[in-house]
């Protein structure tokens, strides 16, 4: 073994106690190591540091622990067992910096939106390695596994799972994808490489969804001739009021502007102040925007009603309504992480699940929503010989 002889085992504490404590005690020969620490002075219900007679150490830590206690050591290998918060993770690989390996077993439930971008996404076969199964790998009855479970014992576990969890506990697929609002959203369909929208055949429609502790988010749809509508550009920055329109003007460039829409709390002023809003800021920059609906719920079944598509093989029997250039990751990037909201805590199970979603990645969401309720509809092009002698607020 290459690196340092110490290492650590991360999971629930229930599961640390009930679980991988006593598989240790089972698999280890009873004169080949030694619990350093007893439960006593470690103040934890399970045996908590582990010593071996081949100089090998390691510790057992609790997700439920701060990411603080998980510093100050320097470790060449790490076990993970089931879904960790971030910081937790990233101060485990800080402990790898003399070199070391991290091993992680899971099924993706709670937790799991960070772990799917930051490493399920970015495997390379190299730094990080993926390897994924579904339940029936640790089905005994069946040829060629070496699994452990009978096909009757996996029938009866699956049929008591909820149906929210299935997917996850059965195929492994993300869980924080399963309650995503969007779920007909799919890449392999509705994610597409960017082509030419020129001036004439295109009319472009832009959203702008703006906060004032989060950046500002602008979309451009651009709508064909026969009412096909594409996400082509994003802009997802911070910055005073020259810079953003600025920015704005420059993603509108070359393209035949309808008409823009804003959030509607950006027309408000405070009163605490004698600032005027950020809309009529944007009117002295030389951009003027409507107005967007405020209807959460209407924008989601619209948006819905464009993603659905109907398939046999390669073959479209239904088109969606919209698709998405590749190159707007920040919009692919919420579709696939805007979530419904769920209570937590003990009552929980006692209630229907919350009929909102949950308040957070929802910026350039909220834009489509705005755009397609506004049922945008392609234009033709009435002369104008340039993105320069086109106003858009005429048609507003």
């Given at each position: 073994f290459p690196f340092l002889k110490r290492g650590r085992i991360i999971s629930d504490p229930t599961t640390l106690k009930n679980k991988i404590v006593p598989e240790l005690k089972k698999w280890f020969p009873s004169n080949r190591y030694e619990v350093k620490y007893s439960t006593r002075k470690d103040s934890k219900p399970y045996e908590s540091y582990w010593i071996t007679d081949t100089g090998y150490e390691f510790d057992l830590m609790s997700n439920e622990q701060d990411a603080k206690e998980f510093e100050s050591v320097d470790l060449g290998w790490a076990m993970l067992d089931e879904p960790s918060k971030k910081d937790i993770y990233i101060a485990t690989v800080a402990r790898m910096r003399r070199g070391g390996i991290i091993f992680w077993g899971m099924t993706p439930l709670s937790y799991s939106a960070w772990i799917k971008e930051d490493i399920y996404d970015k495997a390379d076969g190299e730094n990080i390695s993926v390897v994924t199964a579904d339940v029936w790998a640790n089905c005994k009855d069946i040829v060629g596994?070496?699994?452990?479970?009978?096909?009757?014992?996996?029938?009866?576990?699956?049929?008591?799972?909820?149906?929210?969890?299935?997917?996850?506990?059965?195929?492994?697929?993300?869980?924080?994808?399963?309650?995503?609002?969007?779920?007909?959203?799919?890449?392999?369909?509705?994610?597409?490489?960017?082509?030419?929208?020129?001036?004439?055949?295109?009319?472009?429609?832009?959203?702008?969804?703006?906060?004032?502790?989060?950046?500002?988010?602008?979309?451009?749809?651009?709508?064909?001739?026969?009412?096909?509508?594409?996400?082509?550009?994003?802009?997802?920055?911070?910055?005073?009021?020259?810079?953003?329109?600025?920015?704005?003007?420059?993603?509108?460039?070359?393209?035949?502007?309808?008409?823009?829409?804003?959030?509607?709390?950006?027309?408000?002023?405070?009163?605490?102040?004698?600032?005027?809003?950020?809309?009529?800021?944007?009117?002295?920059?030389?951009?003027?925007?409507?107005?967007?609906?405020?209807?959460?719920?209407?924008?989601?079944?619209?948006?819905?009603?464009?993603?659905?598509?109907?398939?046999?093989?390669?073959?479209?029997?239904?088109?969606?309504?919209?698709?998405?250039?590749?190159?707007?990751?920040?919009?692919?990037?919420?579709?696939?992480?805007?979530?419904?909201?769920?209570?937590r805590g003990i009552t929980s199970d006692e209630k229907d699940p919350k009929s909102k979603p949950k308040d957070k990645d929802d910026h350039f969401m909220e834009n489509i929503h705005r755009l397609l309720l506004l049922e945008p509809k392609f234009m033709y092009h009435t002369g104008y010989s340039s993105h320069d002698d086109f106003d858009p607020n005429a048609l507003i």
């Open positions: 596994t070496r699994g452990i479970l009978s096909k009757v014992d996996i029938d009866r576990m699956i049929s008591q799972y909820p149906e929210n969890e299935k997917k996850a506990r059965i195929n492994g697929e993300f869980g924080h994808l399963l309650g995503r609002v969007h779920n007909l959203f799919t890449p392999e369909v509705h994610v597409i490489k960017p082509f030419e929208i020129n001036y004439q055949d295109f009319s472009v429609f832009c959203a702008l969804d703006t906060h004032p502790r989060t950046p500002d988010a602008f979309s451009v749809m651009a709508v064909d001739e026969k009412g096909q509508k594409y996400i082509i550009d994003e802009l997802w920055m911070d910055g005073k009021d020259m810079a953003i329109a600025s920015a704005i003007k420059a993603k509108e460039s070359g393209l035949r502007v309808i008409k823009r829409l804003i959030d509607p709390s950006a027309m408000n002023d405070d009163k605490r102040t004698d600032e005027v809003n950020f809309g009529q800021r944007l009117v002295d920059q030389g951009l003027n925007f409507e107005l967007g609906s405020k209807k959460m719920m209407d924008g989601i079944r619209r948006t819905d009603e464009a993603l659905r598509y109907e398939k046999i093989g390669d073959l479209f029997i239904k088109k969606p309504e919209l698709f998405i250039f590749s190159t707007c990751e920040r919009t692919i990037w919420e579709f696939n992480n805007y979530v419904w909201d769920e209570y």
